[in-house]
């Protein structure tokens, strides 16, 4: 069964440096997400995107943060400058349609460590 | 506000039990979904059930939707040890696009 994949499965960075986290969605689906899950706290959205273009974002989705689509498979999260609070887990997710009537397909998730 | 607030927090039984868990939320919805987290892993879709719709079932799994109370619940039954993991219920709030909204999550231990 295709699924989504994502790279590193941790990554520890130093407050103040760039991150960027990879996620390749599953082939057919055009739909993209970001989510992230401090631990033992909710999953929270952070952005979709679609046709190359953010479709929508969280109030966590600052400056700080971008989206890129670079090639045909990759979707990637960057993280400028870390902060402490930015440890969490990110989950990259991926639809065939970007209603609510389809379901998300979640990678394993990045555990991001910020020291 | 809140949207998609799971109970209980915790819930323990023995495998061959069923197990009930409850999400409430505050906005009207289109869907409302369940997933699934097994530690340290990503969410897996268990299933979707429309606002127009009160039941619907998927193997071991029951889910009732009641938008007069806003509230869903899952029912695993015969539980096995294997459904160890986190269970949450997910809210469109309307908005009809991608973007879900999370409850804070049932941890439901099954134990052999």
């Known amino acids: 069964e295709p699924e989504v994949t994502q790279t590193p499965s941790h990554q520890v960075t130093q407050m103040g440096q760039e991150v960027i986290l990879r996620c390749v969605p599953i082939?057919?689906?055009?739909?993209f997400y970001w989510y992230r899950q401090i631990l033992g706290q909710k999953v929270e959205f952070l952005v979709s995107?679609?046709?190359?273009?953010?479709?929508?974002k969280s109030e966590i989705f600052d400056d700080q943060f971008s989206v890129e689509r670079p090639d045909g498979s990759n979707f990637t999260l960057k993280i400028r400058s870390t902060k402490l609070e930015d440890s969490a887990m990110y989950f990259c997710?991926?639809?065939?349609?970007?209603?609510?009537?389809?379901?998300?397909?979640f990678g394993n998730g990045t555990r991001l460590t910020v020291t | 506000s809140q949207q998609g607030e799971e109970d209980p927090q915790a819930l323990s039984i023995q495998e061959g039990e069923n197990a009930t868990m409850n999400c409430s939320y505050k906005?009207?919805?289109?869907?409302l979904q369940w997933y699934r987290q097994n530690s340290g892993r990503g969410l897996v879709h268990l299933i979707l059930?429309?606002?127009?719709?009160r039941e619907k079932h998927s193997g071991r799994l029951r889910v009732t939707l009641d938008t007069s109370k806003k509230s869903s619940s899952l029912l695993i039954t015969a539980s096995r040890a294997a459904d160890t993991a986190s269970y949450f219920c997910?809210?469109?709030?309307?908005?009809?696009?991608?973007?879900?909204?999370f409850g804070q999550g049932t941890t439901l231990q099954v134990k052999p």
């Open positions: 997710a991926s639809s065939e349609v970007g209603t609510a009537a389809s379901p998300l397909h």
């Open positions: 082939s057919n689906h055009l739909y």
């Open positions: 995107f679609y046709n190359n273009e953010i479709s929508e």
């Open positions: 906005t009207s919805i289109n869907n």
């Open positions: 059930i429309r606002s127009n719709e």
């Open positions: 997910a809210t469109d709030g309307s908005g009809n696009t991608g973007k879900l909204i």
